[in-house]
């Protein structure tokens, strides 16, 4: 039994470090398309606008405006973390932790795009504390959404264990239990 728990350990583990190989290159490459149709999509709803690779330009009727989405809008460190985080939580059911890979990564999807639609009208109409604003929404907003998302997802999928301190305190356990 304890080799099956190691085992689990060790797997999970190894699937998060994997997960960060080539600069989470796997999480930009999912989520980048995933946010930036989205964001065109809802902007082609209110506004005249274009897509090419990772800007939207907007025509307004005096000027043109681009919004390059770079990899700091996309987020693939918070998707990594919130990976992270449901990997490093110990004894959950496959099936739920699927589940709540699925939630916590829709669930950010969500926000992000909103923010992103946020400062967007904020920037097309000139707001005058724009870049405030901006940076509140990358230093704190973003912080608080995956924190927040984290807990909802623990508390809806009834995840009891802390990431990380749940493995290294079976692992502790374990070795002062053989001495």
């Known amino acids: 039994m304890r080799t099956r728990e190691f085992l689990d350990i060790v797997v999970r583990y190894a699937l998060v470090l994997a997960s960060s190989i080539n600069s989470l ?79 916590t990564f829709f669930a950010f999807l969500f926000l992000n795009i909103l923010r992103i639609i946020i400062l967007s009208v904020l920037y097309i109409n000139n707001f005058a504390y724009f870049n405030i604003v901006h940076s509140l929404f990358w230093n704190t907003l973003s912080t608080l959404f995956v924190v927040g998302i984290w ?21 502790w356990r374990y070795a002062k239990r053989k001495r």
């Open 151 to 171: 807990f909802l997802s623990a508390r809806l999928f009834r995840i009891k264990e802390i990431p990380g301190y749940s493995d290294i305190r079976f692992v």
């Open 25 to 103: 290159g796997i999480f930009y490459l999912l989520f980048t398309p995933l946010t930036i149709y989205p964001v065109f999509w809802l902007l082609s709803m209110f506004y005249n606008v274009s897509l090419s690779g990772n800007i939207i330009s907007i025509a307004l009727s005096s000027e043109k405006i681009s919004i390059e989405l770079v990899d700091a809008c996309i987020a693939g460190f918070a998707y990594f973390l919130l990976f992270a985080l449901n990997l490093a939580a110990r004894s959950i059911k496959a099936r739920t932790r699927i589940f709540s890979v699925l939630f």
